[in-house]
DNA sequence: TCAGTTCTTGTACGAACGTACACGTTTCCC
DNA sequence: GGGAAACGTGTACGTTCGTACAAGAACTGA
């Protein structure tokens, strides 16, 4: 009770050895939900996905909902690594052009970004709205995209305060994102146009 | 095998003797779905709620797919009566400010439109994006909300094409939905406020 | 080394599900 | 009035699910 283990344990975080096992399980849970829905999420499915026995899944996740919980904070997470990296690796100033570029690259551009993440995430979304237990992490999701979007937009309209811009923009992307991945004719080039001219009409004119 | 009624059984459309009952049930259908998610749409939560015993929703749906997909022409068939009612009710050319709030009305504010549809809907949508079967309801439910656009929105900018202006619209009304249900915390007044800041830089100046 | 913990796995049980189906009731048509 | 079609309902079967649990294997620290 008094153990290292047993307080690392309750801290809800399970110690080394066992983590990439875990993480393989919460990989194939996400792959899972972004495939068949959150209704395919089973522990037998996610087990069968992962290539584990079934006693694994409920070894690192004591129920249903501890497992799906995890697989929205880990989706999160991987998504965060990905949008970091591909905006850590720009130089210079924002620009309108730029910001179009990046944001179709990756929110909209399915041959880049795997969208099965991005759809589990919206079934999240969906589930959270009817249980609160998950809003955290739908929390979570919301403030990455604000923050992305703000690291990568230029100037926006001094009329209108910047958070505002913002939220207009996730909520623009938010609705292009669910129309490209409902709408299969609906081609990049298309969704870029579409971001390209609202982007234009919130952001200050440059030189 | 040639007689009146089972022709009209293989066009997929019962004749009206139990068309209040069948409607009772796709109506519990709904609500079932936006309260709790497509997983818990089954015959047996969908009788409890429609005060009907098991056997009769297997008796007028065939099988769960058969209640889903009808489940969704249902709820896009109710929302298309609700909004050209409200759309019906205008007199006057369309203005911005009267696009705002028709708009808010019909798709934002939670007060005045049940949210268990359009979040039935959602859920829909996504399972669409898996399953082509459904894909003719998702694409009529695009459909309605670009024509209740159209018919509200002033005209718009003459520099980009009237059918992108509506598509940029509609999904902007799609992303600020998502966040309305899974963000208690804006109130509609915010939403209209983004809303109106998007379209004042779509539509033409009004004198 | 060896006890304690962490990890791993197979199996089993009760609940809930989709679905089939038999059978009674109402309505319709001639 | 009587046969046919449509409507209505209760029950039962096989499947799949979440979850519990026992029991062994691997690892760790003293």
Redesign the interface.
């Known amino acids: 009770m008094s153990t290292t283990s047993s307080r690392l344990l309750e801290a809800g975080r399970r110690p080394g050895r066992g983590e990439v096992r875990r993480r393989q399980i919460l990989d194939a849970a996400v792959r899972i939900i972004g495939?068949?829905?959150?209704?395919s999420l089973t522990h037998r499915a996610v087990a069968d996905a992962a290539g584990v026995p079934l006693g694994s899944t409920t070894y690192y996740f004591k129920d249903r909902d501890d497992l799906l919980r995890q697989t929205m904070a880990y989706a999160v997470e991987i998504e965060r690594a990905r949008m970091d990296e591909i905006v850590g690796a720009v130089s210079g100033p924002p620009s309108l052009e730029g910001s179009v570029r990046l944001l179709t690259e990756i929110f909209l551009d399915k041959s880049v970004a795997d969208p099965l993440y991005d759809?589990a995430l919206?079934?999240m979304?969906?589930?959270?709205?009817?249980n609160d237990e998950y809003r955290p992490q739908?929390?979570e999701w919301?403030a990455l995209i604000g923050e992305i979007v703000d690291q990568v937009l230029p100037p926006t309209d001094p009329t209108?305060p910047r958070p505002?811009?913002l939220?207009?923009v996730?909520?623009?992307?938010?609705?292009?994102m669910?129309?490209s991945?409902?709408?299969q004719e609906l081609t990049v080039e298309e969704l870029a146009?579409?971001l390209r001219?609202?982007l234009e009409?919130?952001v200050v004119a440059d030189a």
């Open positions: 495939t068949g829905g959150l209704s759809l919206f079934e979304f969906l589930e959270a709205t009817r739908t929390r919301s209108i505002v811009a939220q207009i996730a909520a623009l992307i938010d609705g292009l669910l129309e991945a409902s709408n146009d579409h001219i609202a009409r919130l």
